[in-house]
């Protein structure tokens, strides 16, 4: 896959946002506060299907105590670069959470909605904490009131791809973070 600083691909340019080098230091930062925040807990990352999948796979390799891995699906995008609005569970949870420390790992925040909808995919259970980790948000675009307890990078309002992002289902490996040019 290109490791290119910008590229060109079916009439889409590509130009660097986040490099591999530095995702790969703040994921380690982010496992590292994880690690200490969670130590002898067993905390249970909640992956959010499909952009997630990577960033969990990096983090808990980054984590140095034990936890335990389920996933959650839901769809916004509906394949665009624009969301919907409005968001569809895909896949409900397997783990019993009650009495569980919880974190919900996404790849992405950006109106706000889809945190939203998650915080209410726990409603009716009863976690021990519930908290909520995202590599990316884009800090000015928030259209509903959420709350992350962790976040990786805040980024500008624009269409991102890459380390397990999607557009239109492709481009999910990526290794940096591009913004397609509009
Ligand atoms: P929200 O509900 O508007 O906050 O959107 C969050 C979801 O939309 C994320 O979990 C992503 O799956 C997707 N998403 C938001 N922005 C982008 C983007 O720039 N690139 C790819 N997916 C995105
Ligand atoms: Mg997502």
Redesign the pocket.
């Known amino acids: 896959m290109s490791k290119a600083k910008s590229f060109e691909r079916d009439g889409e340019k590509y130009v660097e946002l986040i490099s591999e080098e530095k995702i790969n230091k703040r994921v380690k930062e982010l496992a590292k506060q994880l690690s200490d925040d969670y130590r002898d807990k067993c905390p249970i990352l909640m992956g959010?299907l499909?952009?997630?999948f990577i960033f969990l796979a990096d983090l808990i390799r980054e984590m140095d105590i034990d936890c335990e891995v389920d996933f959650v699906k839901?769809s916004?995008?509906g394949g665009g670069?624009v969301?919907l609005?409005f968001?569809k569970s895909k896949k409900g949870f397997d783990s019993d959470v009650d009495g569980r420390d919880v974190i919900v790992v996404?790849?992405?925040?950006?109106?706000?909605?889809?945190?939203?909808?998650l915080e209410k995919m726990f409603a009716g259970t009863n976690p021990a904490s519930l908290k909520f980790v995202?590599l990316?948000l884009?800090e000015d675009?928030?259209?509903v009131d959420?709350k992350l307890d962790y976040v990786g990078f805040n980024i500008p309002t624009?269409?991102?791809?890459g380390y397990g992002?999607?557009?239109d289902q492709k481009e999910r490996n990526l290794r940096s973070i591009y913004v397609i040019e509009e």
């Not at 996404?106 to 909808?117: L, P, Q, T």
């Open positions: 959010v499909n952009g997630a839901i916004s995008y670069r969301s609005g968001i996404e790849d992405i925040a950006d109106s706000g909605r889809s945190i939203k909808f995202s990316l884009k675009n928030a259209v959420f624009k269409f991102v791809v992002l999607d557009f």
